[in-house]
C-alpha cells in the first residue's frame, strides 16, 4: 500500500484544518485507515482511525474537534481538524493497515501541522 498525503499548514489557535491521505496499491475497501501524530519531545500517538466497515474512533483529547472520513470511491481519508490548539502541533502521519492486522504498517510522509497562539 503506498499511501500519499497532504494538507497541513500554519494555522492560529481556533482555527481549521485539513488532512487528505490517498492509497493505493491494494483494495481499499480491506484497509483500516489512520491519522498518527508526532509532537516535538513526544511518542507518536494515534489520533484518529476508521475501519473499513467505516466504524471510527478518536484519541480523548481530538473528540469533537476532529472528524476522520473514508471515500472509498476515491480510496482517500481526510481528517477535518477544527478548533486547533497550539498543542496540537505535529507532525502528522496517514497509515494504513489490512483489516485484522493489529498494527499499522504502511506509512505516508509526514505533513507538518502548526497552530499558533
Known amino acids: 500500500v503506498q499511501l500519499q498525503a497532504s494538507g497541513g499548514g500554519l494555522v492560529q489557535a481556533g482555527g481549521s484544518l485539513t488532512l487528505s491521505c490517498v492509497a493505493s496499491g491494494s483494495s481499499f475497501r480491506l484497509i483500516d485507515m489512520g491519522w498518527y501524530r508526532r509532537a516535538p519531545g513526544n511518542q507518536r500517538e494515534l489520533v484518529a482511525d476508521?475501519?473499513?466497515?467505516?466504524?471510527?474512533d478518536y484519541v480523548n483529547d481530538v473528540k469533537g474537534r476532529f472528524t476522520i472520513v473514508r471515500d472509498n470511491a476515491k480510496n482517500s481519508v481526510t481528517l477535518q481538524m477544527n478548533s486547533l490548539k497550539p498543542e496540537d502541533t505535529a507532525v502528522y502521519y496517514c497509515?494504513?493497515?489490512?483489516?485484522?492486522?493489529?498494527?499499522?504498517?504502511?506509512w505516508g510522509q509526514g505533513t507538518l501541522v502548526t497552530v499558533s497562539s
Open positions: 476508521v475501519q473499513n466497515d467505516g466504524t471510527t
Open positions: 497509515a494504513a493497515k489490512m483489516r485484522g492486522n493489529r498494527e499499522y504498517d504502511f
